[in-house]
């Protein structure tokens, strides 16, 4: 990333720590302003529906120029390929230009035109690979699936956007899924993801946007190790069905059916305890959801009652459960426990905000017959971990 989208991240991340204390009630007006003065942050940042639209706009630009395009041209194989790859390094270098402005880095054309560039390389190579060297369409495939791994890991490290790592990790278990032994790979690939990123969400040395792009590869490896141990994924050989026209298999020895039933019960109280010792929020989440997963794996081998009838108690459940904690928590000495408390410090009333706005852009009702609540102060980008003091733990 350029030093200066960093610098930029940073102060961003320090203003927005600030305005948490401040409602927190931790630091007064005077220490506030203090702080927004010694992190000035010069990028303009809209909200998140207007950045939503002004994607939508930049996408359908960009894809309606590609169409102009092949309509007066009307190039073969390889001039299509070549068309496509060429409308993506421009992208590329619009991107570039968007970054270094401070008044466009954070308008949403930025991170549209860094998408819309990779596609279109990746695109691109897969026409020419396929259609101009006569490759075949398996190793086509094997061949885009490296080249977007490559493209978007590169995107992500030079423009810093967490779902552009999202992209990269799936296109590198999509790749490993195709090859001899790939659950095996998947286990080994997604222990590796965890080993190397487990940490990397709290290094200060990192940019803010690539510590959230850490924490979205730590999710995805966490995703990827239950997959390859799941005894369902196992018994219906999900990851083996990567390979189109596989050859049939003998079936997995019994002893591994064990094996991945004890992991399959055993992996989400191992992240749930986890995420309660570092304090992760994410990591809890997605040990509540792999518990879900398991719940109902489990269901499907032992009929205890009809299915919807699990989830509808197991959701009951973890209300009672919140519930019961929270109530603990509340009528604990000091109101906390172990570190843990009830309240809610730094909750983003931005956020309420914009989930109220959705209905009416959706709806295409005026915005006029919503009473609206007037902000002032500091409008941060919202939605960010990590940085100044405030991080992705609870």
Not at 44 to 57: D, E, F, G, K, Q
Not at 271 to 279: N, T
Request: glycine share 8%; charged share 15%.
């Amino acid at each position: 990333m350029r030093s200066e989208s960093v610098a930029w991240e940073r102060a961003a991340e320090v203003r927005e720590a600030a305005e948490g204390w401040r409602r927190a009630q931790i630091i007064g007006t005077p220490a506030y302003e203090a702080i927004r003065q010694a992190y000035p942050d010069p990028c303009v940042t809209p909200s998140a529906i207007w950045r939503i639209l002004t994607a939508v706009m930049v996408t359908a630009v960009t894809l309606c120029s590609l169409g102009a395009l092949w309509l007066a041209t009307r190039p073969g194989s390889t001039g299509l390929a070549l068309l496509i790859v060429v409308l993506g390094v421009a992208a590329w270098m619009l991107t570039e230009r968007l970054q270094a402005s401070p008044r466009s880095a954070r308008r949403g054309a930025a991170g549209t035109t860094a998408f819309w560039g990779s596609v279109f390389v990746l695109v691109g190579v897969g026409i020419f690979v396929n259609e101009s060297l006569k490759i075949p369409s398996a190793q086509t495939m094997n061949t885009v699936l490296l080249a977007s791994v490559l493209v978007w890991a590169a995107s992500c490290w030079r423009w810093g956007s967490p779902v552009f790592a999202a992209l990269s990790a799936l296109s590198l278990f999509g790749l490993l899924g195709r090859l001899p032994l790939g659950r095996a790979l998947w286990l080994l690939a997604g222990a590796a993801l965890i080993g190397l990123f487990a940490r990397r969400s709290d290094d200060l040395a990192w940019a803010p946007s690539h510590r959230r792009a850490a924490m979205v590869l730590l999710v995805v490896g966490v995703g990827a190790v239950y997959a390859a141990l799941n005894v369902y994924s196992l018994d219906v050989r999900f990851v083996e069905g990567f390979v189109k026209f596989a050859p049939v298999r003998t079936e997995p020895p019994r002893w591994l059916f064990v094996v991945a039933a004890v992991a399959t019960a055993v992996m989400p109280v191992t992240i749930l305890a986890w995420a309660l010792k570092s304090r992760r929020t994410v990591l809890l989440d997605t040990g509540i959801v792999l518990a879900a997963l398991s719940l109902v794996t489990l269901r499907q081998y032992v009929h205890v009652a009809p299915l919807w009838i699990v989830l509808t108690a197991s959701g009951a459940a973890l209300i009672v459960l919140a519930l019961a904690v929270e109530r603990a928590l509340r009528h604990s000495p000091d109101g906390e426990r172990g570190g843990f408390t009830a309240d809610a410090l730094f909750t983003d009333d931005r956020r309420q905000q914009m989930l109220q706005t959705v209905p009416v852009v959706a709806a295409f009702t005026p915005a006029a017959h919503i009473p609206a609540t007037e902000e002032k102060g500091f409008a941060g980008r919202g939605g960010a971990f990590g940085g100044g003091g405030a991080s992705d733990k609870f």
